[in-house]
Nanobody, 118 residues
Framework: QVQLVESGGGLVQHGGSLRLSCAASGSIFSIYRMNWYRQAPGEQRELVATITTGGSTNYADSVKGRFTISRDNTKNTVYLQMNNLKPEDTAVYYC????????????WGQGTRVTVSS
């Protein structure tokens, strides 16, 4: 079992920055692929950024060059640095821990809301 707690959301103006954090507990954090998803009102949840156990990253086209995902395995924490925020980035952001092998393990945080004003 992995427990995930997000923090760092809030209200920011167009062009501003926020850093989201996701603290994990309950299992060996370093073995999980970590992801940030977001869900805007009336929309499906979408994958925003991924960081593998080896530190490789991948981003949705809509956030490339603006968002940076990172992880600190010593602190069991994954981050999402969001720069040059746009109103279309407004959503609830969710942290996800994923482990695939013989079994698949998938854990979610409760979400943190980001609102970008125009």
């Amino acid at each position: 079992q992995v427990q995930l707690v997000e923090s760092g959301g809030g209200l920011v103006q167009h062009g501003g920055s926020l850093r989201l954090s996701c603290a994990a507990s309950g299992s060996i954090f370093s073995i999980y692929r970590m992801n940030w998803y977001r869900q805007a009102p009336g929309e499906q949840r979408e994958l925003v950024a991924t960081i593998t156990t080896g530190g490789s990253t991948n981003y949705a086209d809509s956030v490339k060059g603006r968002f940076t995902i990172s992880r600190d395995n010593t602190k069991n924490t994954v981050y999402l640095q969001m720069n040059n925020l746009k109103p279309e980035d407004t959503a609830v952001y969710y942290c996800n821990a994923n482990l695939q092998g013989i079994y698949t393990y998938n854990y979610w945080g409760q979400g943190t809301r980001v609102t970008v004003s125009s």
